[in-house]
């Protein structure tokens, strides 16, 4: 599996350059619609979705430093995961695969390709009142992060679970050893750099990770838009 991912990034760019040469490219949709709005075009009436956008989300990284997802982050990809240092079981194997992804998109001297300027992997834990920045840091060495380009973030409480609800319209089911309200989820929700959402992977499934691996290569390629 690790191999797979690992190699799966420049197969990527091969598959979408030879889709871009037969116009066969499907970029990655949008998620959570916000209103459908209608206006005049040609003398037709036209209907346009407008989608969510993420709001900004401020914590404190690993390494004790305040960040802002929508500041500190402006511009990059986001690859999205809820994490918890004491769960025994889910945790350890999504932040495994998140580093599937590490792995994927580290620098490639020789193609002179460096996706980490691309994208950032964000990992937030939904246990804040133990899971000190401290207590993060120890347990991204345990994965060997590379601190630059993966984020494991700590902070209020409420306003991790507001956006984990609110912003990434992800649900809240009980956590196995009984906590009433605990976001206990497997998905991995990658952002693009405008603030839309644009995919939701079983971070547990070899297969749905190498997906988000090339939806990412798609993003990267994407131009940016303007506000």
Same mark, same amino acid.
């Given at each position: 599996m @690790?191999?797979?991912?690992?190699?799966?990034?420049?197969?990527?760019?091969?598959? !979408?350059?030879? @889709?871009? %040469?037969?116009d066969r490219i499907i970029m990655p949709g949008y998620f959570i619609s916000e209103k459908i709005t209608?206006?005049?075009?040609? @003398?037709?009436?036209?209907?346009?979705? !407008?989608?969510?956008?993420?709001?900004?989300?401020?914590?404190?990284?690993?390494?004790?430093?305040q960040i802002s997802l929508n500041n500190t982050l402006q511009g990059k990809i986001l690859v999205i995961n809820f994490i918890y240092t004491t769960c025994p079981s889910v945790c350890p194997k999504l932040t495994q695969n998140m580093k599937l992804l590490q792995k994927a998109f580290r620098k490639d001297r020789k193609k002179k390709m460096d996706m980490n300027n691309e994208i950032h992997l964000v990992s937030i834990t939904v246990d804040p009142d133990r899971d000190s920045f401290q207590t993060l840091r120890k347990y991204a060495e345990r994965f060997e992060?590379?601190?630059?380009?993966?984020?494991?973030?700590?902070?209020?409480?409420?306003? !991790?679970?507001?956006?984990?609800? %609110?912003?990434?319209?992800l649900s809240v089911q009980p956590e196995e050893h009984g906590a009433k309200d605990f976001i206990h989820t497997q998905k991995i929700v990658l952002v693009d750099r405008n603030r839309y959402i644009r995919g939701y992977y079983n971070g547990l499934d070899s297969a749905a990770v190498g997906k988000c691996a090339y939806d990412i290569s798609l993003l990267s390629m994407e131009k940016k838009k303007k506000k």
């Open positions: @690790g191999i797979a991912v690992a190699v799966l990034l420049p197969l990527s760019f091969y598959l !979408i350059a030879k @889709g871009l %040469k037969k209608s206006k005049m075009l040609d @003398g037709k009436m036209q209907q346009d979705t !407008i989608f969510h956008r993420i709001a900004d989300l401020q914590l404190i990284n690993q390494m004790g430093e992060v590379n601190h630059d380009h993966w984020y494991f973030l700590t902070g209020n409480r409420d306003s !991790i679970y507001h956006f984990a609800r %609110k912003e990434l319209g």
